[in-house]
């Protein structure tokens, strides 16, 4: 069983930056993030494997990379141009198997207890 621990939310305005930690318990094959706003559906964001293969989410490509610290098991989502479209609950996730697409992220069976994001205007 792998524990997720999330840091790093806050409130910013449009067009600036965050970054957020991920903390785990224990080594995943694949790592990703999700994310909820109030009344919408959880929606990936984006996902990286052990080898380093990234995706992403249409919508955040081009201004959110994540990244992972295998020696450190912890991973990372740095969020640059935020939009207020991007206000969220952010959600750290792990599987270790499967496929490593975004659209799987909010299902993968380990996750942490969020951080909130909130972009004003």
């Known amino acids: 069983q792998v524990q997720l621990v999330e840091s790093g939310g806050g409130s910013v305005q449009a067009g600036g930056s965050l970054r957020l930690s991920c903390t785990a318990s224990g080594s995943a094959y694949c790592m990703g993030w999700f994310r909820q706003a109030p009344g919408k559906e959880r929606e990936g964001v984006a996902t990286?494997?052990?080898?380093?293969?990234?995706r992403y989410a249409d919508s955040v490509k081009g201004r959110f990379t994540i990244s992972r610290d295998n020696a450190r098991n912890t991973l990372y989502l740095q969020m640059n141009n935020l939009k207020p479209d991007d206000s969220a609950m952010y959600y750290c996730a792990a599987a270790a198997s499967g496929v490593c697409e975004v659209a799987w992220v909010p299902h993968f069976v380990y996750r942490g207890q969020g951080t909130q994001v909130t972009v004003s205007s």
């Open positions: 990286i494997d052990t080898d380093g293969r990234t």
